[in-house]
Structure formats: structure tokens, C-alpha cells
Nanobody, 128 residues
Framework: QVQLVQSGGGLVQAGGSLRLSCAASGRTFSSDAVAWFRQAPGKEHEFVSA????????YYADSVKGRFTISRDNAESTVYLQMNNLKSEDTAVYYC?????????????????????WGQGTQVTVSL
């Protein structure tokens, strides 16, 4: 079973940038769709971005479109989330998640229920 280990995150001023990484181990996840979700205090998981198995299709929440970029390197079994022009409302714990069985599919789901493997979460705090 794949395990996801996240890195990156931290404290940044509004307008700054951060990059999150999500590295898979245990098995290749090159056939998985991978997504990033975030959870602010008192709120449910919110979809941020997703990438299909090949990296050829990417999806974004409207709130981050134009500021965040998701990418994947299947040779390195790693997915990245580059976050630019960060805003205070981006403050949350960010989770990567993998959904197996999407090889050959352009789809990457937006709902957390579709994902069965999750990273440990990493805090992103954006100060004014």
C-alpha cells in the first residue's frame, strides 16, 4: 500500500510563495489520481487541486486558480503544489491524497471520499 509523506509548508507573509511536496512510498502511484485538500479550523476538507495519473490534466478550485500550480513527477513518485500570491484565507492544514485505478483516465476527482490514501498534513499559515 502506498504511503504519502508531505513536506513544505510553514509561515509566510501575504503575497509570498510556498511549495508543498507529496512523496509516495511503498508502491508506485503513477496510476493514481492525486489531489490536494485543505482544512481550516472548524471547517470540512476543501478541494484545492488535482492532477490525473499522467499529469496531463489539472484541476483547481476557483479560489486558487491562477495562483496555485499542481504538478507531478512520476519518476520521482512526487506531486507538488506551488502556491504563489498567498492570501490569509489560504491558511489551513493541507493534505495530499491518492486515488488508485485512474490510469489512462483524464479524470481526477474533487471529492475527498474518492481518495483512500492520505498524507499526514502540513500547516500553511499566511500572515497579513
Amino acid at each position: 500500500q502506498v504511503q504519502l509523506v508531505q513536506s513544505g509548508g510553514g509561515l509566510v507573509q501575504a503575497g509570498g510563495s510556498l511549495r508543498l511536496s507529496c512523496a509516495a512510498s511503498g508502491r508506485t502511484f503513477s496510476s493514481d489520481a492525486v489531489a490536494w485538500f485543505r482544512q481550516a479550523p472548524g471547517k470540512e476538507h476543501e478541494f484545492v487541486s488535482a492532477v490525473n495519473w499522467s499529469g496531463g490534466r489539472t484541476y483547481y478550485a476557483d479560489s486558487v486558480k491562477g495562483r496555485f500550480t499542481i504538478s507531478r513527477d512520476n519518476a520521482e513518485s512526487t506531486v507538488y503544489l506551488q502556491m504563489n500570491n498567498l492570501k490569509s484565507e489560504d491558511t489551513a492544514v493541507y493534505y495530499c491524497a491518492a486515488a488508485p485505478g485512474y490510469s489512462g483516465n483524464y479524470v481526477a476527482p474533487r471529492t475527498p471520499q474518492e481518495y483512500n490514501t492520505w498524507g499526514q498534513g502540513t500547516q500553511v499559515t499566511v500572515s497579513l
